[in-house]
């Protein structure tokens, strides 16, 4: 029962990341949620910690990619653990089209997403 709930909830987390409903996302983070990005300056990325600074991340997510789909998510649950696995496709702002495959690694606690680490492949120019 664990899992199917888990299932389900990672199902609409992604549907909520395709509507860009920041606030559906939240919903489903908790509190003291981490969003580690997929990019930024650091080894790790960029990493938002709590509600407020994580809607900054989801935001800047949404602002550099107006058009922004996680296509065919796919996910597995592992204890504690998750995965969903996706194709990006976007438009920058600056015109350029993406598309990529990636990942998301998640931690929950108490029936929410604690920490999402994001993860995806990057194309050379």
């Not at 003291?32 to 600074?53: H, L, M, N, W």
């Not at 602002?63 to 996706?86: C, L, Q, Y």
């Amino acid at each position: 029962m664990a899992d199917a709930v888990s299932l389900s909830l990672l199902d609409e987390f992604a549907a909520a990341w395709n509507r860009h409903d920041t606030d559906v996302i939240l919903s489903m983070m908790t509190e003291d949620c981490v969003f580690e990005a997929s990019r930024g300056p650091d080894v790790k990325g960029t990493i938002y910690t709590g509600q407020a600074e994580v809607r900054r991340g989801i935001e800047e997510v949404f602002s550099t990619f107006p058009d922004a789909r996680w296509n065919e998510p796919r996910h597995f649950i592992a204890g504690d653990r998750g995965v969903s696995e996706w194709v990006f496709t976007a438009t920058g702002i600056d015109g350029a089209l993406v598309e990529v495959q990636g990942c998301d690694v998640f931690t929950f606690r108490d029936g929410k997403v604690a920490v999402k680490n994001s993860y995806r492949k990057q194309r050379a120019a």
